[in-house]
């Protein structure tokens, strides 16, 4: 195990347990490591003094994480995956989703590029009468970590 004193843009430090460097490297292209202040994934290394094992001394194993840390873990990557492969609509989520829908009926092609936003509780209601196929996502925040 390799332990990281790591560091986001705004300053905040913090260590990371890590199976190897390699590891490291991975969990950071996937946005999997996140700043437990402000959950920026852009962290680096910050200097450190190397650990000298000493095999007298028992090492323990960082713990596993919690159910809710898998959950936060899980919905960060989930909103990262649809941040990048879809767009943001905004607040004209049901007016954009309703249009798609009225154009696949009359046979027109849709952009093969998802969307995704807000609406309103009247919107959904709406948006379920005409029959219009949309999956609620539960959005974690950004700086929930």
Known sequence: M??????????????????????????KETGLVSCPEC?????????????LARPAIARKDPAPLSPV??????LRQLRKEVEAQCEDVGDRFAEEALRRHDANQDGDRQPARGIYGTMSDTERERLED???DFTPVPWIDRSDN
């Open 2 to 27: 390799i332990c990281y004193r790591l560091h986001c843009p705004t300053g905040h430090e913090f260590e990371g347990w890590f199976p190897s460097g390699d590891a490291f490297d991975r969990q």
């Open 39 to 51: 959950g920026a994934t852009e962290v680096s290394k910050s200097l450190m003094a190397p650990a």
């Open 69 to 74: 840390d898998q959950l936060r873990l899980a």
């Open 130 to 132: 005409e029959g219009v």
